[in-house]
């Protein structure tokens, strides 16, 4: 498959976004789509106006939750240039998580072709303010219309764009997060390490009970032990000490982030002593109590970097840095939003260029 068709949406007025995005509310005017059969492979790719779909009611997703997503982002520079934030390593995951749900592999530099082709048309609704970003949104569900419980023969893939502002409604400022031993959301070999529908269907009742204690999201422990940290249901955290920092191995149970990563590449350039390892609740609280707890901060594609201000186990209040946001979760902030909007050089080939352009159709 290397062509894809066009049928564009011609706009006669300007693209004006409200002042405050939110975040997932808002969307553009395009698609990307392709279908894949045992047959044909993937074919059928275009790029038209979003639309609805519909599906039969014995479509196999629906009931047996074969579906995979990722969520990157692209933004406008200083220059006026456009650029995608490590497209490769978001794809590259995309197709593992594919693979762990027994669903057809995609080419990733067609589909990044495709998403390049994609944000050039609507780059009207790229946000320039800081802290804004075009949120990308790929997903694959199977299509099949059987009811089974085995993988779906035909499938769909699509990608939807969202402008976008802060993830969490504090922005960047520090969030409460409460740790509990009340739910699991995935175990080690099971589907963490996936960016599946699946596991956040299972955040969903723990978030729901910590907002309305006041908390803004979960920190998840391991589900054997329930001793282990794992990550926040919308990011991976991370454990500043005096002598190091950690951040929770991957061990299957938990999502191989593509913030988490970048993040940990930057620390071990400042020289921090940077380790991925197992890290109990338990020795948060001891550090905590002893004085040797720097801070505890998040990282994710949607929140970036976010410090946590309170950290809450049973009866246990930990408030982190007095409360405010962490000298070095701002530093990592500031380093990762510089490079995506071009005010510091992309040393680390982190970023792709879109170029923007009149498609003829």
């Known amino acids: 498959m290397k062509n894809i068709s066009y049928k564009i949406k011609q706009r006669t007025d300007k693209v004006i976004l409200p002042e405050n995005l939110g975040f997932g509310v808002y969307f553009t005017d395009h698609m990307f789509e392709m279908d894949y059969s045992p047959d044909e492979g993937w074919h059928n790719a275009s790029i038209h106006p979003v639309r609805d779909f519909c599906l039969h009611p014995a479509t196999s997703f629906i009931h047996y939750g074969q579906s995979i997503f990722e969520g990157l982002k692209a933004f406008k520079t200083i220059d006026n240039q456009i650029q995608i934030f490590r497209p490769d390593v978001h794809l590259e995951r995309m197709n593992n998580s594919a693979k762990r749900l027994c669903m057809p592999q995609f080419d990733a530099n067609f ?36 009811l089974g419980v085995r993988p779906s023969r035909d499938y769909k893939f699509i990608i939807i764009l969202s402008p976008v502002g802060a993830y969490y409604p504090e922005g960047f400022k520090p969030v409460k997060i409460l740790a509990q031993d009340k739910y699991v959301r995935t175990v080690r070999k099971g589907m963490g390490e996936c ?5 956040y269907a299972a955040s969903l009742l723990a978030a729901e009970e910590a907002k309305e204690m006041g908390f803004t999201q979960v920190l998840w422990l391991d589900g054997v032990e329930q001793k282990y940290i794992e990550e926040v249901g919308t990011m991976n955290i991370f454990i500043h000490f005096k002598d190091e920092i950690v951040t929770p191995k991957l061990t299957g149970s938990i999502l191989p982030g593509v913030t988490r990563r970048s993040v940990i590449q930057i620390l071990n350039e400042w020289g921090y002593n940077v380790n991925e390892r197992l890290v109990s609740i338990q020795e948060v609280i001891d550090a905590y109590e002893s004085g040797n707890l720097v801070g505890v901060f998040g990282t994710g594609t949607a929140a970036i970097i976010s410090s946590l201000s309170l950290l809450t186990y049973k009866d246990k209040n930990m408030i982190i840095n ?9 530093r990592l902030f500031n380093e990762l939003t510089d490079i995506h909007v071009g005010v510091k050089e992309d040393k680390r080939n982190w970023t792709v260029k879109v170029e923007k352009k009149e498609v003829l159709v």
């Open 195 to 199: 960016k599946t529908s699946a596991n």
């Open 111 to 146: 589909v990044l072709d495709a998403l390049k082709e994609l944000i050039a048309i609507d780059s009207d609704y790229i946000p320039t303010k800081r802290g804004e970003a075009l949120y990308i949104r790929p997903f694959m569900f199977g299509k099949e219309p059987a």
């Open 322 to 330: 007095n409360g405010q946001v962490g000298e070095l979760d701002e």
